[in-house]
């Protein structure tokens, strides 16, 4: 079983629609995780920080289920722009410091 | 400008060269890593770096070497040993500890002919 998973997708989705991607991990010791966007050939630009009592900011939710071992990233009424792999990035745990393992991301693909 | 600078954004080598990638911060961040990525496949770590002047090996360190003699500064040399050296190479900055988040410079794209 891979350390990170997520489903490659694609996820093909219309304006404004909502939808939701799934992380599962699994060092239960992990203690920090991260949704990063990426567009195509460039670096991933941090979206949010997954906090253990969940976080939102404007249309995007992440949730962190501990005890299933996965973290979600919720997107609201998705804009052509939103359209982007999104990687999960989750901490190895352990020690004090961050080393993070990624998954191979999820490619959205929002349509007009 | 402030950030995280990587160069060259491309970079094209004879097999058999070592070459160096440049990756510098200005945000003050006290650790700092390199990555590698592949088609279809995550990140993943080569090196980091939580202080001056020590460094760690990540998963897949074989064939590459790195040094951080300062704070802003940490190259990357990929060496003749490292066998499929072609690649997405991502720098990244942060604060070290559990959970600091990680900032990426720009990348560079190494294509060995």
């Known amino acids: 079983r891979k350390e990170v998973e997520q489903d490659p997708g694609p996820f093909n989705v219309p304006e404004g629609a909502t939808v939701a991607f799934n992380c599962t991990y699994s060092?239960?010791?992990?203690?920090?995780f991260f949704w990063y966007r990426q567009d195509c050939r460039k670096e991933p630009k941090l979206l949010m920080s997954?906090?253990?009592s969940g976080n939102e900011d404007g249309r995007f939710t992440a949730q962190l289920n501990r005890a299933s071992q996965y973290i979600s990233l919720l997107i609201r009424d998705s804009k052509l722009s939103d359209s982007a792999t999104y990687l999960c990035?989750?901490?190895?745990?352990?020690?004090?410091?961050?080393?993070?393992?990624f998954g191979t991301g999820t490619l959205l693909a929002v349509q007009p | 400008d402030g950030g995280i600078t990587q160069s060259p954004k491309y970079l094209f080598r004879k097999e058999g060269q070592n070459v160096t990638l440049s990756c510098e911060q200005n945000?003050?961040?006290?650790?700092m890593y390199w990555y590698r990525q592949d088609p279809g496949q995550g990140l993943r770590l080569i090196y980091y770096?939580?202080?001056?002047?020590?460094?760690q090996k990540g998963d897949i360190a074989e064939g590459y070497s790195v040094s951080r003699e300062k704070k802003e500064s940490f190259p990357l040399t990929v060496t003749s040993a490292q066998k499929n050296p072609t690649a997405f190479y991502l720098c990244?900055?942060?604060?070290?500890?559990?959970?600091?988040?990680?900032?990426f410079g720009p990348g560079t794209r190494l294509t060995v002919l």
């Open positions: 060092n239960s010791a992990s203690q920090s």
């Open positions: 945000l003050n961040h006290d650790a």
């Open positions: 770096s939580q202080i001056v002047n020590d460094f």
């Open positions: 997954v906090y253990s």
């Open positions: 990244a900055a942060g604060g070290g500890f559990l959970d600091d988040e990680q900032f």
């Open positions: 990035a989750v901490n190895r745990g352990g020690g004090a410091t961050n080393k993070l393992i």
